[in-house]
């Protein structure tokens, strides 16, 4: 640490705690309070990184959230290591690692830095127009252009912390603990109100509270002791809860909001086991007040980003907040009267200001009056045309402004520095006003954009609404608040504030210089490194909204996301099209505010939490028997269950065999099940369904095809009329949430006349479905007083019985084309009567198979899967399924849809079965077919939406849609590979058993 | 995220709904005697206006009933909340 930069202040920075920390390579120190910035300043180190484009040498700019340049890595973990963290916003901790960012080898000689003498050959839109040609290039730029794009390194192991996400509601939501907004806060509460307050930084009071000049005074007390009691006050409150280390990230409508709150990133990295690392609040407020303050502009000029320019704000802070100075020969550069305030902190702490440079012709306001006082110089009407130093400024040079602030006139002065301070006035953080839909106005006294219009209940108050003196920000915070919060009177009304005015006022977007602008680098977005040239650039090439120009120079559009440049970009802009700044507006301020960690969105929805997920009752029993799970909407469901060392295909072939030659059990309890009840319950099925329902008898079980408005099919399932006015309906696993959705729909919307009741009775029941040429002999065995026999209980019907207490429902129905009985037990008995078919099929091979073998043997006869064979442009003729659609009923849902003029074309996709040439080759599902290869371009006709090779048939089946299906029986077509071609022949839908023989054992 | 005001349940968030679509189309009583254009008509055109929309929303996960609100566009604002079966407010 050098000793002649650290300064005398206790108060913010507690100098018995040293901390150690590691930039480059290199060993530290700092103390316990400082920022990574203040302790990298107060090791004399300014220079930090390098800018995106040219990779100039570039320092440490800001005292926050807007800092452009000194964003770094922190931390080397594989998982911890975090990218484009900014250095002025991380508090220092024991431990801290941190390395530059774009630059090779190292910050101070960087290879990259060559780009910055071909900076003539890479203006805005560079890449744009050089990697056009030729085309088929493309591929080739893409690898280079990818690995020099992007800052910093991603972590690439998984992310160990933890986060959180809680909700807050609150009467009043005050955001940025600054002086207005701690007034707003005191003012609210005093009124009963639940006030929550949030600050980005570690301590409240904002820039006032180091504030320590003797010109501006609250009640006759220095302003910032003023400030502290305040503090102290607020700190006792009941109604207000205080939330610190936390920035705001998103204004939504409604005053929905969204924050962040840092709770482990300052402390050392021991000290941060099992602690959550961050917190995402989910803030519903009544009322919001917007108390954001304002940043710093800097001001555009020659070589305006030499590493020791920084802001007069960040300066002054560096020294009265941290202790900190900047440099030992210090500069300033302004067109305004803050930046006085900085040359007052420079000579209390005892550090050298050469000058002060101002564009203004004068100016007479109580704070220059003191400056002037004390003997400092400084240049009126003049500014800064080079400065000069490639690792650190050394020099600036300056000349006299002309009457039109367009040119430089007289000779040139050279001063010498190692720090430069720049104000260019300020400029109100709207962001998170306009986040929420609010309209800006243009201040055209100011050259500011203020909030204007909103449609929510919110107030901005202080800098934020474009108040910057004192009397002004506490005066007009105090009335508003009252206003907004419609109170008569509040603590603070007679409140007597005295500071400095300004009076005279001057700002020149684009500074002139002796040289011509081409041969200039007036930098305006320091992190994307794009200049007021390339703005012009951007005007001349025909580019005309602000929208536009900033994609075209990526103005704005770094981490920092222009908080330092737009407002340059858009008076450059405003000047060079002769356009009033209020008519151009603004670009688009978009959440998050400030970037947040994917952690901190995702909060504790990772892993297992991801999603929530559903298991059968006889979950336990699969995983137990080592199956495989597959998703099926939220459901796990059993894949397969490999034996030893058996690969997927082996347990399918085994299970499918043992299904088909003997017996097979399937855990169907996912299949949607909704009970349907009421005397109009046969009616509405004849609506929703396209087949006929009426006949139906008590007892008997049917398949129902359900459409869509648009004719497409929607769901499929079988319903079992279970008494007089009382149905159960079974849908696809996947479909069944919106299945009763789109049922209750019409019921409460279109038939509201009708007395229909729907219950979701999915996780109800649990069904063991028993299956193959024994399934008989087995259910026989648990079941021995049922009648079995095919007249007493034949296909497609149904049997209630008793299993000691268990009810019992068996339907006798088959989605496998084998002799399969469905039986459902109220959930709690689910493994009960799992365990129960496979003891009792033991004798007979009973094998459980999973979702994958369950669609092999229903694609062998020729069965469809909702959502794989169809997708959502199928109708039932397309499905050749025509004798599903009964012509009797006068109408249902999508039947006037099965004769537009698109749905009765010939030529649509139709379903047809496909066999490979080579019986052992098996498509890929999703591959495409096509007649002619070589005709370029290639027509598709069509793809494979089911593929599996069938070992009972041995050989490779597959289900597909295809243009024309239905005439093309018979046809050969080929499917194209990567690296084959195969040969198929379109077939029938139905592979095996097409007398449906085997329905009957 | 809005905040709505189910005319079952009271205030909720927006998380708990679903959004069906411009309201007031009635299914045709007899779909059949329209020709093509008529029922594509019914089918698939919808408004999307800037202003006051009217549309149907489902308290999908509270009470499952579905109303009408009144939302204008530009803004998000919610004007009015009404019953299925009611006839759209004057606004």
Same mark, same amino acid.
Not at chain 1, 64 to 89: F, H, W
Not at chain 1, 550 to 564: A, E, F, N, P, S
């Given at each position: 640490? $050098?000793?002649?930069?650290?300064?005398?202040?206790?108060?913010?920075?507690?100098?018995?705690?040293?901390?150690?920390?590691v930039?480059?390579?290199?060993?530290?120190?700092?103390?316990k309070?400082?920022?990574?910035?203040?302790?990298?300043?107060?090791?004399?180190?300014h220079?930090?990184?390098?800018?995106?484009?040219?990779?100039?040498?570039?320092?440490?700019?800001?005292?926050?959230?807007?800092?452009?340049?000194a964003?770094?890595?922190?931390?080397?973990?594989?998982?911890?290591?975090?990218?484009?963290?900014?250095?002025?916003?991380?508090?220092?901790?024991?431990?801290?690692?941190?390395?530059?960012?774009?630059?090779?080898?190292?910050?101070?000689?960087d290879?990259?830095?060559?780009?910055?003498?071909?900076? &003539?050959?890479?203006p805005a839109?560079?890449?744009?127009?050089?990697?056009m040609w030729?085309?088929?290039?493309?591929?080739?730029?893409?690898?280079?252009?990818?690995?020099?794009?992007?800052l910093?390194?991603?972590?690439?192991?998984?992310?160990?912390?933890?986060y959180?996400?809680?909700?807050?509601?609150c009467?009043?939501?005050?955001?940025?603990?600054?002086v207005?907004?701690l007034?707003?806060?005191k003012?609210?509460?005093?009124?009963? @109100?639940?006030v929550?307050l949030?600050?980005?930084?570690?301590?409240?009071?904002?820039?006032?509270?180091?504030?320590?000049?003797?010109?501006?005074?609250?009640?006759?007390?220095?302003? $910032?002791?003023?400030?502290?009691?305040?503090i102290?006050?607020?700190k006792k409150?009941?109604?207000?809860?205080?939330?610190?280390?936390? $920035?705001?990230?998103?204004?939504?409508?409604?005053?929905f909001?969204?924050?962040?709150?840092?709770?482990t990133?300052?402390l050392s990295?021991?000290?941060?086991n *099992?602690?959550?690392?961050?917190?995402?609040?989910k803030i519903?407020?009544?009322?919001?007040?917007?108390s954001?303050g304002?940043?710093?502009?800097?001001?555009?000029?020659h070589? *305006?980003?030499?590493?020791?320019?920084?802001?007069?704000?960040?300066?002054?802070?560096?020294i009265?907040?941290?202790?900190?100075?900047c440099?030992?020969?210090n500069?300033?550069?302004?067109n305004?009267?803050?930046?006085?305030?900085?040359?007052?902190?420079l000579y209390?702490?005892?550090?050298?200001?050469?000058?002060i440079?101002?564009?203004?012709?004068?100016?007479?306001?109580?704070?220059?009056?003191?400056?002037?006082?004390?003997?400092?110089?400084?240049?009126?009407?003049?500014t800064?045309?080079d400065?000069?130093?490639?690792?650190?400024?050394?020099?600036?040079?300056?000349?006299?402004?002309?009457?039109k602030?367009?040119?430089?006139i007289?000779?040139?002065?050279?001063l010498n520095?190692?720090?430069?301070?720049?104000?260019?006035?300020?400029?109100?953080?709207?962001?998170?006003?306009?986040?929420?839909?609010?309209k800006?106005?243009?201040?055209n006294?100011?050259?500011?954009?203020?909030?204007?219009?909103?449609?929510?209940?919110?107030?901005s108050?202080?800098?934020?609404?474009?108040?910057?003196?004192?009397?002004?920000?506490?005066?007009?915070s105090?009335?508003?608040?009252?206003?907004?919060?419609?109170?008569e009177? $509040?603590?603070f009304?007679?409140?007597?504030? @005295?500071?400095?005015k300004?009076?005279?006022?001057?700002?020149?977007w684009?500074?002139?210089?002796?040289?011509?602008l081409?041969?200039? @680098?007036?930098f305006?977005?320091?992190?994307?490194?794009?200049?007021?040239?390339?703005?012009?650039?951007?005007l001349?090439?025909?580019?005309?909204?602000?929208?536009?120009?900033?994609?075209?120079?990526?103005?704005?559009?770094?981490?920092?996301?222009?908080?330092?440049?737009n407002?340059?970009?858009?008076?450059?802009?405003?000047?060079?099209?002769?356009?009033?700044?209020?008519?151009?507006?603004t670009?688009?301020?978009?959440?998050?505010?400030?970037?947040?960690?994917?952690?901190?969105?995702?909060?504790? *929805?990772v892993?297992?939490?991801?999603?929530?997920?559903?298991?059968?009752?006889?979950?336990?029993?699969?995983?137990?028997?080592?199956?495989?799970?597959e998703?099926v909407g939220?459901?796990k469901?059993?894949?397969?269950?490999?034996k030893?060392?058996?690969?997927?295909?082996d347990?399918?072939?085994?299970e499918s065999?043992?299904?088909? +030659?003997?017996?097979?059990?399937?855990?169907?309890?996912?299949?949607?099940?909704?009970?349907?009840?009421?005397?109009?319950?046969?009616e509405?099925?004849?609506?929703?369904?396209?087949?006929?329902?009426?006949?139906?008898?008590?007892?008997?079980c049917?398949?129902?095809?359900?459409?869509?408005?648009?004719?497409?099919?929607?769901?499929?399932g079988?319903?079992?009329?279970l008494?007089?006015?009382?149905?159960?309906?079974?849908?696809?696993?996947?479909?069944?949430?919106?299945?009763?959705?789109?049922?209750e729909?019409?019921?409460?919307?279109?038939?509201?006349?009708?007395?229909?009741f729907?219950?979701?009775?999915?996780?109800?029941?649990?069904?063991?479905c028993?299956?193959?040429?024994n399934a008989k002999?087995?259910?026989?065995k648990?079941?021995k007083?049922?009648?079995?026999?095919?007249?007493?209980?034949?296909?497609?019907?149904?049997?209630?019985v008793?299993?000691?207490?268990?009810n019992?429902?068996?339907?006798?129905?088959?989605?496998?084309? +084998?002799?399969?009985?469905?039986?459902?037990?109220?959930?709690?008995?689910?493994k009960?009567?799992?365990?129960?078919?496979i003891?009792?099929?033991?004798?007979?091979?009973?094998?459980p198979?999973?979702?994958?073998?369950m669609?092999?043997?229903?694609?062998?006869k020729g069965?469809?899967i909702?959502?794989?064979?169809?997708?959502?442009?199928?109708?039932p003729?397309?499905l050749?399924?025509?004798?599903i659609?009964?012509?009797?009923?006068y109408?249902?849902?999508?039947?006037?849809?099965?004769?537009?003029?698109?749905?009765?074309?010939?030529?649509?996709?139709?379903?047809?079965?496909?066999?490979?040439?080579?019986?052992?080759e098996?498509l890929?599902?999703?591959?495409q077919?096509?007649?002619?290869?070589?005709?370029?371009?290639?027509?598709?006709?069509?793809?494979?939406?089911?593929?599996y090779?069938?070992?009972?048939?041995?050989?490779?089946?597959?289900?597909?849609?295809?243009k024309?299906?239905?005439?093309?029986?018979?046809?050969?077509?080929?499917? &194209?590979?990567?690296?084959?071609t195969?040969?198929?022949?379109?077939?029938?839908?139905?592979?095996?058993d097409?007398? *449906?023989?085997?329905i009957?054992? | 995220?809005?905040?709505?005001?189910?005319p079952?349940?009271?205030?909720?968030?927006?998380?708990?709904?679903?959004?069906g679509?411009?309201?007031?189309?009635?299914?045709?009583?007899?779909?059949?005697?329209l020709?093509?254009?008529?029922?594509?008509?019914?089918?698939?055109?919808?408004?999307?206006?800037?202003?006051?929309?009217?549309?149907?929303?489902?308290?999908?996960?509270?009470?499952?009933?579905?109303?009408?609100?009144?939302?204008?566009?530009?803004?998000?604002k919610?004007?009015?909340?009404?019953?299925?079966?009611?006839?759209?407010?004057?606004i």
């Amino acid at each position: 640490m $050098s000793k002649n930069l650290r300064i005398n202040n206790k108060q913010f920075v507690d100098e018995t705690r040293k901390l150690s920390f590691v930039f480059n390579g290199k060993k530290l120190h700092g103390y316990k309070g400082d920022t990574l910035a203040s302790a990298l300043l107060s090791n004399g180190i300014h220079l930090v990184g390098r800018s995106f484009k040219y990779h100039r040498p570039r320092g440490i700019m800001t005292s926050g959230s807007e800092e452009p340049n000194a964003i770094l890595q922190i931390g080397n973990d594989d998982a911890l290591t975090e990218p484009n963290v900014r250095a002025t916003e991380i508090e220092l901790y024991d431990g801290l690692v941190c390395n530059s960012q774009n630059c090779w080898p190292s910050v101070k000689f960087d290879i990259g830095g060559i780009n910055n003498f071909l900076s &003539p050959l890479l203006p805005a839109g560079f890449y744009y127009k050089t990697f056009m040609w030729p085309a088929n290039f493309w591929e080739k730029y893409e690898y280079f252009i990818r690995k020099s794009a992007g800052l910093g390194k991603s972590p690439t192991k998984q992310d160990p912390d933890m986060y959180d996400h809680r909700y807050i509601h609150c009467d009043i939501l005050i955001v940025g603990g600054g002086v207005s907004g701690l007034i707003a806060a005191k003012i609210a509460s005093d009124d009963n @109100k639940k006030v929550l307050l949030l600050e980005d930084k570690e301590l409240l009071g904002g820039s006032l509270i180091y504030d320590d000049s003797d010109i501006s005074k609250i009640d006759d007390q220095k302003s $910032s002791e003023w400030l502290k009691k305040l503090i102290d006050n607020i700190k006792k409150d009941q109604n207000i809860t205080i939330k610190t280390r936390t $920035s705001l990230a998103a204004y939504h409508n409604y005053n929905f909001l969204l924050a962040r709150q840092n709770l482990t990133d300052h402390l050392s990295v021991s000290d941060r086991n *099992n602690k959550i690392r961050q917190r995402l609040y989910k803030i519903r407020a009544k009322k919001v007040i917007i108390s954001t303050g304002a940043i710093e502009r800097p001001q555009v000029f020659h070589n *305006n980003d030499r590493p020791g320019i920084m802001l007069a704000s960040a300066v002054k802070k560096y020294i009265d907040y941290y202790g900190v100075r900047c440099g030992l020969e210090n500069v300033i550069f302004t067109n305004n009267d803050s930046a006085y305030e900085t040359a007052l902190s420079l000579y209390k702490s005892g550090t050298k200001l050469n000058a002060i440079v101002d564009i203004r012709d004068n100016s007479s306001s109580e704070i220059v009056n003191q400056v002037k006082s004390l003997g400092i110089q400084i240049y009126w009407n003049h500014t800064i045309v080079d400065t000069k130093g490639y690792k650190r400024i050394n020099k600036v040079t300056i000349m006299k402004l002309n009457d039109k602030g367009n040119d430089v006139i007289g000779k040139k002065i050279e001063l010498n520095c190692d720090c430069l301070a720049i104000s260019g006035g300020w400029t109100p953080m709207v962001h998170l006003f306009t986040q929420s839909g609010g309209k800006l106005r243009f201040d055209n006294k100011d050259n500011i954009f203020v909030p204007d219009k909103t449609n929510l209940d919110q107030l901005s108050i202080g800098s934020a609404k474009g108040d910057f003196e004192l009397d002004e920000v506490l005066k007009n915070s105090i009335k508003d608040t009252k206003k907004f919060l419609q109170i008569e009177n $509040s603590n603070f009304d007679k409140i007597n504030v @005295k500071c400095s005015k300004e009076k005279e006022k001057k700002n020149i977007w684009l500074l002139p210089s002796d040289k011509p602008l081409s041969n200039t @680098k007036p930098f305006l977005d320091y992190q994307n490194d794009s200049t007021a040239k390339d703005i012009k650039l951007a005007l001349r090439e025909g580019f005309k909204s602000i929208e536009h120009v900033k994609r075209y120079t990526t103005t704005g559009m770094g981490t920092d996301q222009g908080k330092l440049a737009n407002m340059h970009a858009l008076g450059i802009v405003a000047d060079t099209t002769n356009t009033n700044m209020g008519d151009l507006g603004t670009t688009t301020f978009r959440p998050p505010y400030t970037p947040l960690t994917f952690g901190t969105i995702v909060g504790r *929805n990772v892993g297992q939490f991801f999603d929530t997920f559903r298991k059968t009752p006889m979950h336990e029993w699969h995983v137990d028997k080592s199956a495989k799970f597959e998703n099926v909407g939220q459901w796990k469901r059993a894949w397969y269950y490999p034996k030893d060392t058996e690969t997927m295909h082996d347990a399918v072939q085994r299970e499918s065999k043992a299904a088909r +030659e003997s017996s097979g059990i399937l855990d169907a309890s996912t299949l949607g099940k909704i009970d349907i009840q009421g005397t109009d319950a046969n009616e509405f099925l004849n609506r929703v369904y396209t087949n006929a329902w009426s006949k139906l008898q008590i007892g008997k079980c049917r398949y129902g095809l359900m459409l869509n408005e648009d004719g497409m099919v929607y769901d499929d399932g079988v319903t079992t009329k279970l008494g007089e006015n009382h149905y159960l309906m079974t849908t696809t696993t996947g479909g069944a949430a919106n299945v009763i959705s789109k049922l209750e729909d019409y019921l409460q919307t279109e038939w509201p006349e009708l007395d229909v009741f729907l219950t979701s009775v999915t996780d109800h029941y649990a069904t063991a479905c028993v299956c193959g040429p024994n399934a008989k002999k087995i259910i026989n065995k648990i079941f021995k007083d049922l009648n079995l026999s095919d007249e007493s209980f034949p296909h497609m019907s149904f049997k209630e019985v008793k299993l000691g207490n268990i009810n019992c429902r068996i339907m006798r129905i088959s989605f496998t084309g +084998e002799l399969s009985y469905e039986i459902n037990v109220e959930a709690s008995y689910g493994k009960y009567i799992w365990e129960k078919c496979i003891e009792a099929g033991k004798e007979f091979n009973i094998t459980p198979y999973g979702t994958e073998t369950m669609h092999l043997l229903r694609a062998e006869k020729g069965f469809i899967i909702v959502g794989q064979d169809t997708d959502g442009t199928m109708t039932p003729v397309d499905l050749q399924m025509d004798w599903i659609i009964s012509k009797k009923k006068y109408d249902f849902i999508g039947k006037r849809s099965l004769y537009r003029s698109d749905t009765i074309r010939e030529d649509r996709k139709q379903l047809v079965g496909l066999l490979t040439d080579d019986p052992n080759e098996i498509l890929e599902e999703g591959a495409q077919i096509v007649k002619d290869e070589n005709k370029k371009p290639v027509n598709m006709l069509g793809h494979v939406t089911s593929s599996y090779f069938s070992p009972t048939l041995k050989k490779s089946i597959a289900l597909a849609v295809l243009k024309e299906g239905k005439q093309l029986k018979g046809q050969k077509l080929l499917v &194209p590979m990567i690296n084959k071609t195969i040969k198929v022949t379109v077939s029938d839908t139905v592979f095996l058993d097409k007398e *449906n023989e085997r329905i009957n054992g | 995220m809005f905040l709505i005001n189910c005319p079952y349940c009271g205030v909720r968030d927006q998380s708990e709904f679903v959004s069906g679509g411009e309201a007031h189309i009635a299914r045709p009583k007899q779909p059949t005697e329209l020709n093509d254009d008529q029922w594509a008509e019914y089918l698939f055109m919808r408004k999307n206006i800037k202003g006051i929309q009217f549309e149907r929303w489902n308290h999908v996960h509270g009470c499952r009933k579905w109303f009408n609100v009144a939302r204008d566009t530009s803004n998000d604002k919610i004007e009015k909340i009404y019953k299925m079966g009611e006839q759209p407010p004057k606004i």
